[in-house]
């Protein structure tokens, strides 16, 4: 068996061990296996996953950012030690909440694009210029600003290469951005997009409860299921294998 096979197998196993049949989205698999085939099939007889897969936390009924954040997103070391860097520099106090979530996208939903995906799941909870700099961040990642000591990540010649060259939609999005009154506040995550972190600081989720109060618009009957234009992001980070 090749390694593919041996963890489709592991995962057929697993699956069937689950009372209900597994079928991910095509974007779950995209690459590994070619969307042009469409999904394996299911087992006879067996019902699909409709709502919470059981291999991850059951989310509470009105589920809270910080539920997201304990219970979805992954370490967030990187958000909650950036966060208390603005805090720290002291930016203000709503672009800090945008530093605390600037990643969430990576953290617990999907990569690329992370800063459009994440600005437009949080657009109907937060102040339109919080969205507006997490969408930002992301292309102005890439640009140098001396004028606030911004250098182009080192991370980041490690990651791409010192060849790469932002796609043509990012060097757009970048010369929009530059010059929008609200340039400076996505320029604040760059600066405060902490990677060289400590690991022995250790920053508690808690530190943000009362930015997260007064700067994120928590609807009353939980994120997911309140009727904004987001809300099935969120539904879909909660039930990731839901299969309608
Ligand atoms: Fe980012
Ligand atoms: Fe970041």
């Known amino acids: 068996m090749t390694m593919l096979e041996r963890a489709e197998a592991a995962e057929q196993k697993m699956s069937d061990e689950l009372d209900r049949a597994v079928v991910k989205s095509a974007i779950y698999t995209s690459g590994e296996r070619d969307p042009r085939l469409g999904a394996p099939p299911r087992t006879p007889g067996k019902k699909v996953m409709m709502g919470h897969d059981p291999r991850l936390p059951r989310m509470p009924e009105k589920p809270t950012l910080m539920d997201f954040f304990t219970l979805r997103f992954g370490p967030a070391n990187h958000l909650l030690q950036s966060a208390r860097l603005a805090q720290k520099n002291g930016v203000d106090e709503k672009l800090v909440l945008a530093c605390l979530v600037h990643d969430v996208a990576i953290a617990g939903f999907i990569r690329g694009d992370h800063g459009y995906w994440a600005a437009q799941m949080f657009a109907p909870y937060v102040d339109e210029e919080v969205s507006w700099a997490i969408r930002y961040h992301q292309a102005l990642r890439f640009f140098a600003d001396d004028s606030v000591g911004y250098q182009y990540p080192k991370l980041y010649l490690e990651l791409f290469g010192d060849d790469y060259v932002p796609d043509p939609y990012i060097q757009r999005d970048y010369q929009m951005?530059?010059?929008?009154?609200?340039?400076?506040?996505?320029?604040?995550?760059?600066?405060?997009?902490?990677?060289?972190?400590?690991?022995?600081?250790?920053?508690?989720?808690?530190?943000?409860?009362?930015?997260?109060?007064?700067?994120?618009?928590?609807?009353?009957?939980?994120?997911?299921?309140?009727?904004?234009?987001?809300?099935?992001?969120?539904?879909?980070?909660?039930?990731?294998?839901?299969?309608?």
Request: proline share 6%; glycine share 4%; with cysteine.
């Open 177 to 244: 951005a530059r010059n929008h009154k609200w340039y400076m506040s996505a320029r604040q995550i760059c600066v405060n997009d902490l990677y060289a972190f400590d690991p022995d600081v250790k920053v508690e989720l808690e530190e943000f409860t009362d930015v997260v109060g007064r700067h994120f618009k928590q609807p009353a009957e939980g994120l997911g299921f309140d009727a904004s234009p987001t809300s099935h992001m969120w539904r879909t980070i909660m039930w990731p294998t839901k299969y309608l």
